[in-house]
């Protein structure tokens, strides 16, 4: 007969190996992104490219919302401007430092039903034009993800604009000055790894 300490320690392993870690829902994130990606052609997915996962580019930062932000042209990868607010402010510290990343609303996304509460930090970074894509990458949130004033980045999802993988078609949101960090964010999607 099998003791009390025994059952214990199987039951502690089988729940150990049932539970999946960090890195594993990042990978399983970065699956399903690259399975379900609209512009890249499935023999072209294999040339899509991430750092390596890493739990330091998860960060808890400070939202402050901006009352009556007034709408803008947001420049573009094309020749269409898209009308965008700032909709807050994040402050979080990485890398020993402290930034600030505005976070915009889309005046378009915000009257269809699903993405009314939709939100978007597009940024650059020193990665920019070097490890990862030169116009800079994008973060997507909902206002839902904004609990008493404090909310997740999760730079290991952030990801690359469709104008990366297909030029002259898409009229990619180019990230606004105040949105330059000058630190490497060696987390989430790297360039492109095929030659256009």
Request: proline share 3%.
């Amino acid at each position: 007969m099998k003791s009390i300490l025994t059952i214990i320690l199987l039951l502690f392993v089988q729940a150990s190996i049932g539970q999946k870690t960090y890195k594993d829902s990042i990978i399983q994130y970065r699956e399903d992104y690259v399975q379900k990606h609209e512009v890249i052609k499935e023999a072209d997915k294999k040339y899509m490219a991430f750092f390596p996962v890493n739990q330091d580019y998860r960060v808890r930062a400070q939202f402050e919302h901006t009352e009556n932000s007034a709408w803008f042209l947001m420049e573009t990868s094309g020749t269409m401007k898209k009308m965008y607010r700032v909709y807050g402010v994040l402050t979080f510290t990485l890398q020993g430092e402290t930034h600030t990343l505005n976070v915009y609303q889309s005046q378009s996304l915000m009257q269809t039903a699903e993405y009314k509460n939709h939100l978007f930090i597009p940024f650059t970074d020193a990665t920019s034009g070097k490890e990862s894509y030169a116009m800079g990458r994008y973060y997507d949130l909902t206002m839902e993800d904004i609990v008493n004033n404090k909310v997740v980045i999760d730079f290991n999802k952030v990801y690359n604009p469709y104008c990366a993988y297909v030029s002259g078609i898409y009229n990619c949101p180019i990230p606004p000055k105040e949105n330059n960090l000058t630190i490497a964010i060696k987390a989430g999607e790297k360039a492109n790894g095929k030659e256009h």
